[in-house]
Every structure is written in structure tokens, then in C-alpha cells.
């Protein structure tokens, strides 16, 4: 098993706890029993520090967890978690050509919504190489592209799109933003407190 959590003792010891490909993916393990078990050298109790390997996401856990309302990725940020370029062609395969949830759908229609808001806009401009705005540019009319051809999943997902993001990413998609309101969730609150 790949899949670990290390913890590092203050005697500089580290004890291993290994955990399957689902374990890890969705935080399956036990974490009182994990944080309550005491260093395997010296017996303390607390930790230093401590680092996790998580699998890359793939076909098998994407579909698992699409048709599974009870699996997260992560209990939080979920949805910041996926957006990344290298989850885009998986992410296209699942909503075109396999049986989710219909929730699990819009997660991921709000995540590629996402990939658009983030490489896009004036957040790319900080201190970042012009090569990589460019690269990031292409990859958010890759996605928009994409979406364009997919607009009747996008609008079933709309109510559940922030605002701010659905403002920076339908105009891309070729949709028309109006502003609703739908800014109070927690999901926007917690983009906000990422974003800043
Ligand atoms: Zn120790």
C-alpha cells in the first residue's frame, strides 16, 4: 500500500499508518484512533507535524464516490480540490459517459466553473511568468470551450454556481450571467477566504 499517513514524534521518530487507495481518498480511516495512538519509540502522545499521501484521482474513485452521496474527497473545499488541469479530461469522461449522481454532476460542472474563474481574470497577473498566463489563458478556454458544447449541463447547475464565478465564467461559456443571489453559501464563503 502507497497510502500513508506519517506522523513525526518530537524524538524524532515517525510511525507509519498505511491505509488502502479508498481509505485515503476519502478520509475512510479513523482519526481518533490515528491521532490517540502514541509514539511507537517514546510514548508520547502528541505530534509534531504529520503528512498524508492521497491518490491521484482516477476513474475508479471518481465513479465511486459519484454514485455514493456519503464520499467525500474532502469534507471541505471539495471543489477547490478537483479543480485542477490534470483532472479536466477525467472530469469531461464522467459527466459525458457515465452514470452519477445528479448532485455529483454538479460538483463537477462547478469545478470546471472554476478552473475558468481561476486562469482567467485579473488573478493571473501576480507574480506569475507571462508564459505561465498564457498557459493557464488556454487551459480556461479549453474548459469554456468544452462547456460551451455541454451549455444544458452548465444551466442545470446554475443555481448552485456562486455568483462571482458564474459572473467571470458563463460570459466564457457563451451563457448570460444575471446576477441571483446565490452568494450566501458556505461554498462561497470559503472561495472567498481561498481567494484572498
Ligand atoms: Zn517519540
Same mark, same amino acid.
Given at each position: 500500500?502507497?497510502?500513508?499517513?506519517?506522523?513525526? &514524534?518530537? &524524538?524524532? =521518530?515517525? %510511525?507509519?499508518?498505511?491505509?488502502?487507495?479508498?481509505?485515503?481518498?476519502?478520509?475512510?480511516?479513523?482519526t481518533k484512533e490515528v491521532w490517540d495512538s502514541k509514539c511507537s519509540k517514546c510514548g508520547e502522545?502528541?505530534?509534531?507535524?504529520?503528512?498524508?499521501?492521497?491518490?491521484?484521482? %482516477?476513474?475508479?474513485?471518481?465513479?465511486?464516490?459519484?454514485? =455514493?452521496?456519503d464520499l467525500f474527497f474532502e469534507e471541505q473545499d471539495e471543489e477547490l480540490m478537483l479543480a485542477e488541469e490534470k483532472n479536466i479530461d477525467l472530469i469531461l $469522461?464522467?459527466? $459525458?459517459?457515465?452514470?452519477?449522481?445528479?448532485?455529483?454532476?454538479?460538483?463537477?460542472?462547478?469545478? /470546471?466553473?472554476? /478552473?475558468?474563474?481561476d *486562469?482567467?481574470?485579473? /488573478?493571473?497577473?501576480?507574480?506569475?511568468?507571462?508564459?505561465?498566463?498564457?498557459?493557464r489563458s488556454k487551459m480556461a478556454a479549453r474548459v469554456a470551450n468544452e462547456l460551451k458544447s455541454r451549455k444544458k449541463l452548465v444551466l442545470l447547475a446554475e443555481s448552485w454556481i456562486m455568483d462571482y464565478i458564474k459572473e467571470r465564467a458563463f460570459?466564457?461559456?457563451?451563457?448570460?450571467?444575471?446576477?441571483?443571489? *446565490?452568494?450566501?453559501?458556505?461554498f462561497w464563503s470559503k472561495l472567498k477566504y481561498y481567494f484572498q
Open positions: 500500500m502507497k497510502y500513508k499517513l506519517i506522523k513525526i &514524534c518530537k &524524538c524524532g =521518530n515517525r %510511525d507509519e499508518i498505511r491505509f488502502t487507495k479508498r481509505e485515503a481518498a476519502f478520509d475512510l480511516y479513523d502522545k502528541k505530534w509534531l507535524s504529520s503528512q498524508v499521501t492521497k491518490p491521484e484521482f %482516477d476513474k475508479e474513485l471518481m465513479l465511486e464516490w459519484g454514485n =455514493n452521496i $469522461d464522467i459527466i $459525458d459517459n457515465h452514470k452519477i449522481l445528479d448532485h455529483k454532476r454538479i460538483i463537477l460542472v462547478e469545478v /470546471l466553473c472554476v /478552473l475558468i474563474y *486562469n482567467s481574470g485579473e /488573478l493571473i497577473d501576480k507574480e506569475i511568468k507571462l508564459k505561465e498566463v498564457e498557459n460570459p466564457k461559456i457563451g451563457l448570460k450571467y444575471s446576477e441571483t443571489n *446565490n452568494g450566501k453559501s458556505s
